[in-house]
Nanobody, 126 residues
Framework: VQLQASGGGWVQAGGSLRLSCAASGRTFNSGPMGWFRQAPGKEREFVAALGRWSAGPYYGDSVKGRFTISRDYAKNAVYLEMNSLKPEDTAVYYC????????????????????WGQGTLVTVSS
């Protein structure tokens, strides 16, 4: 199973980026897919997650109103549209996927996800 994240890069504050994550080797039709990020010297932080059957979307407090998560079930992919980017959004962004459903109150927890992508770096300059 592979999760291939792409779309990171450098952008000025206030700009936008769109991250993509394509899954291969397994189809994630029932479980959630999400995004986490980790900045240098900081712990991994939940960004957003989206399941099926009205499970989400859910966002971390620091990105609410600026980021939008979406999924294409036909393509087995998850996306993260990031707007109004701030320097504090600078981090390596990881996509994650889980086999099977999970209670919605746990979708922000990294340990419930079974598979992780390699990460894509987002740098926001002031």
């Amino acid at each position: 199973v592979q999760l291939q994240a792409s779309g990171g890069g450098w952008v000025q504050a206030g700009g936008s980026l769109r991250l993509s994550c394509a899954a291969s080797g397994r189809t994630f039709n029932s479980g959630p897919m999400g995004w986490f990020r980790q900045a240098p010297g900081k712990e991994r932080e939940f960004v957003a997650a989206l399941g099926r059957w009205s499970a989400g979307p859910y966002y971390g407090d620091s990105v609410k109103g600026r980021f939008t998560i979406s999924r294409d079930y036909a393509k087995n992919a998850v996306y993260l549209e990031m707007n109004s980017l701030k320097p504090e959004d600078t981090a390596v962004y990881y996509c994650a996927a889980r086999d099977g459903r999970v209670i919605v109150s746990a979708m922000h927890r990294a340990e419930v996800y079974d598979y992780w992508g390699q990460g894509t770096l987002v740098t926001v300059s002031s």
